[in-house]
């Protein structure tokens, strides 16, 4: 297995970045819980959307809320984008999960599975103009994603879940799922945010991993980096790798890259570096900062964005964190940013590439 790190190089300290920012939702009536977050840029719009519940995490009638805009400075009123549906045991539980383009079509994703983490679906919903959308569609994988689909060299697209990552060859992203990732045969692959606990069970692992984000390299091979979390957790992430283009996965393995306990993205750049968006920093889900690499295997330059504080306007169930579960996007030489704020708030932020 590869050694993976993201020490800070001798003799310096994190650089900072201008950033251009925008706080585009704040809690508002009952509806104060806000996660999940992803961004994209479609037919001259930046689009972004995230998980909204009423006031704890992952409860009854959590929706998919969507913004827009024209200029990244100023937004549309958050509209919801999928509301809260029923479920067979009361409302169901919406996570939104990022979106996909191909031939003038974007893809919304969402997860969705009953209160007590069971029946879990992967939909999606589509639109031509970013105004109308379709109805829902059923992936056909029992899967709540953590990241949207993403390209490999070959054409293949992978999500990132938390223990399964399905795959497909369809460049619409609709339609030929086939599930697979680091679940025991004896399981069926279900994946949602009570299965990765069972699965560590399962294969006797020291600590839970989930919410997976992975990079390609030159030789192809894909790294699938883990969030750690549970009692033995030691604010690192873990590692599974797959040479055969996200067909198998490796076993996991514990990295010496730094973060703190929560959700994390990794992406290129243009120049051929590749980044993660992450808190690198123990302790504490700040500050926000990105961490460069030359070959994908240390990432030892830092710049850090943002480590404003956040009041919380209502506490509530998993609440908490000055930055939570970032995403990015590239776009028009800008590292495009949205993260949820104590999981209530949603700020959008965009750093210039040459800053970095």
């Not at 609709?174 to 679940?183: A, D, E, P, S």
């Not at 070959?295 to 919380?312: N, R």
């Not at 970032?326 to 708030?345: F, M, N, W």
Request: hydrophobic share 30%; aromatic share 12%; net charge negative.
């Amino acid at each position: 297995m590869p050694t993976i790190s993201n020490p800070l190089a001798p003799n310096t300290t994190p650089a900072r970045v201008p950033v251009e920012r925008t706080v585009i939702y704040r809690p508002a009536g009952d509806w104060t819980y806000s996660h999940h977050a992803s961004i994209t840029h479609f037919g001259g719009r930046y689009y972004a959307i995230w998980s909204n519940g009423h006031e704890h995490e992952d409860w009854y009638g959590q929706r998919v809320l969507i913004a827009k805009s024209e200029d990244f400075a100023h937004w549309t009123e958050p509209q919801p984008l999928i509301d809260s549906l029923p479920g067979h045991r009361g409302e169901l539980v919406l996570t939104a999960a990022g979106f996909h383009q191909h031939e003038g079509t974007l893809v919304a994703y969402a997860g969705q599975y009953e209160f007590d983490k069971t029946d879990t679906h992967l939909r999606a919903i589509t639109t031509t103009d970013g105004d109308n959308w379709s109805p829902l569609l059923d992936m056909g994988v029992p899967v709540n994603p953590n990241h949207p689909p993403q390209p490999t060299s070959s054409g293949r697209f992978i999500i990132a879940g938390n223990i399964a990552f399905p795959y497909t060859d369809d460049p619409s992203g609709l339609t030929g799922w086939t599930n697979t990732g680091i679940y025991p045969p004896t399981m069926s692959g279900e994946d949602n945010p009570e299965t990765f606990w069972r699965v560590q069970e399962e294969q006797g692992w020291p600590v839970a991993v989930c919410e997976g984000s992975f990079y390609q390299m030159d030789d192809d091979t894909l790294r699938m980096l883990l969030r750690a979390t549970g009692k033995k957790e030691r604010e690192v992430l873990w590692l599974t790798t797959s040479a055969d283009d996200g067909a198998t996965w490796s076993t996991p393995v514990e990295t010496d890259f730094t973060n703190y306990d929560h959700k994390f993205h990794f992406g290129r750049l243009p120049d051929g570096r590749f980044y993660c968006l992450c808190t690198p920093y123990p302790g504490s889900r700040c500050p926000l900062a990105v961490c460069l690499s030359e070959d994908g295997d240390t990432f030892d330059t830092h710049y850090i964005l943002a480590d404003e504080p956040w009041v919380m306007s209502r506490p509530g169930r998993a609440k908490g964190g000055e930055y939570g579960y970032p995403h990015t996007a590239l776009h028009d030489g800008y590292l495009c940013i949205i993260v949820s704020r104590q999981k209530e708030g949603m700020e959008v932020l965009r750093a210039p590439l040459k800053a970095l």
